[in-house]
């Protein structure tokens, strides 16, 4: 086969593999693991299995190692020679990532790729040297579908559901176009983001998004992101960008959602309950005594966050509906405890805290701004947004008596959490985070 950029190449490769044949032992094994069949011949040496196999091109036996008893070996025919690989069971079969349901499976999925490796081993190193993920010409017309639907102008309100006509457009085009359409639009707010990318058994014929090539094998034949849906080789997912566009039909709630993935699949600079929290509390809270330190109820609380997950923008926590402000920052508060990574993420917290430990307070100053510039941006500017608010809080302090080192207590450990769940750790920091919080509300005109 010439190298050539032919995809159809690989899903010829496969049909052409070598068939798994088992060689069945004539005899009963004793001791023979329940998971395994007649293909298991029991203890015998490396120099028998040859022998059983017959120099058969895809044929097979399972053995026990003569000197590891208990560890089991698979014995396989390919390209002339005998290859030995150690077996495992979890439940499943496995001799590397992949897990299968059967041995013939593993065996059938194996000789796939040791083929395809084999016959297109040159082209398989250049896949990822000229992919097409960056020159998606013939998306155009799509990509312009796709923009329509999701451009929005700032006059117009935005909806939280589609039409079932909108729906089934979008399903229609790949995560690639989606990714073209988005990048494409003026008032998409362009945070970088990660592919949340996850091993994927792909049914029936698949095509790598990234290189354009077959994606070969019976299971686990590449990745997919749960975000977006890209799908991608496993080794093509180490070239692609931080430029995942979420789908907010692949995104099922707004709280313990990714911070950045939910303002990247609403189009919007915050997370939408920041916004309405914050917007809700300004109008009618700010100088309800204890304010964000006394707690709602907690089923109320509950409710609003079922309201969020289920009616998104559109979830009424109006005074109609709540008349007690406190359920409103209790949403808030546990919007920010549920994020799976916090606001102040775990790659910067101990720089944060490094820096509360500064003494001299110009120097502290300026090294918790460094850290801010660490930050994501959507985070960063989820932030900036509650301290903004937060300095609010602060200057009706005569109603509300909190004060920045009041609110420092109470969302020290609702925006920052050690990387590691201990509960020392927390506690030993606890003064050091409240530190934190109150600095950024204190100086939030200067630091953000």
């Known amino acids: 086969y010439k190298a050539s950029s032919f995809p159809g190449m690989y899903s010829q490769l496969q049909q052409e593999a070598p068939r798994p044949k088992r060689i069945i032992c004539p005899r009963e094994v004793e001791n023979r693991p329940k998971y395994y069949g007649r293909e298991f011949h029991g203890i015998i040496s490396r120099e028998q299995a040859d022998e059983l196999l017959g120099g058969v091109e895809g044929a097979y036996i399972l053995r026990e190692s003569q000197r590891q008893p208990g560890c089991y070996t698979l014995a396989l025919r390919f390209g002339n020679q005998t290859l030995n690989y150690r077996l495992f069971h979890d439940g499943k079969h496995f001799v590397g990532e992949k897990r ?15 083929y395809i490796e084999t016959k297109a081993a040159e082209y398989i190193s250049k896949m990822t040297t000229n992919p097409i993920y960056e020159h998606i010409g013939y998306a155009t017309l799509l990509r312009e579908k796709v923009s329509r639907r999701l451009s929005r102008s700032k006059n117009e309100p935005r909806k939280t559901n589609v039409t079932h006509e909108e729906h089934t457009a979008v399903e229609k085009i790949s995560s690639l176009v989606r990714r073209a359409a988005l990048t494409h639009n003026d008032n998409h707010f362009n945070y970088e983001k990660t592919h949340n990318f996850k091993v994927h058994t792909f049914r029936g014929p698949h095509w790598c998004e990234y290189c354009a090539n077959f994606m070969w094998g019976l299971i686990a034949q ?15 997912s180490k070239h692609v960008p931080n430029d995942c566009q ?21 189009n919007t600079q915050r997370p939408m309950v920041v916004d309405i929290c914050i917007r809700e509390i300004e109008a009618r809270g700010l100088k309800s005594e204890g304010l964000y330190r006394v707690s709602g109820f907690t089923e109320h609380i509950e409710d609003v966050k079922m309201a969020f997950d289920r009616d998104g923008e559109k979830a009424d926590i109006s005074a109609n509906v709540y008349p007690d402000i406190n359920i409103i920052t209790g949403a808030l508060k546990l919007y920010f405890r549920d994020l799976p990574i916090p606001v102040i993420t775990y790659d910067t917290y101990s720089k944060f805290i490094d820096a509360a430990k500064i003494s001299n307070a110009d120097e502290r100053l300026e090294a918790v701004h460094e850290v801010l510039m660490l930050l994501p941006p959507a985070h960063y500017e989820t932030l ?4 903004i608010h937060l300095k609010k809080v602060t200057m009706n302090e ?3 008596f909190m004060n920045a080192e009041n609110l420092g207590i109470v969302f020290g450990p609702t925006l920052m959490r050690p990387p590691e769940d201990s509960t020392l750790t927390t506690l030993h920091d606890m003064r050091y985070q409240k530190l934190i919080v109150q600095i950024l509300i ?3 005109d200067v630091l953000f």
């Open 246 to 266: 979420p789908d907010l039909k692949r995104i099922k709630k707004v709280y313990c959602c990714d911070l950045t993935t939910l303002v990247k699949a609403h």
């Open 442 to 444: 204190e100086n939030e």
């Open 222 to 236: 590449g990745v997919r992101c749960s975000d977006c849906g890209l799908n991608v080789h496993k080794q093509c």
């Open 398 to 400: 005569k109603d509300n």
């Open 100 to 114: 299968f349901e059967s041995i013939h499976d593993l065996v059938t999925d194996g000789l796939i790729t040791l």
């Open 384 to 387: 900036r947004y509650l301290m």
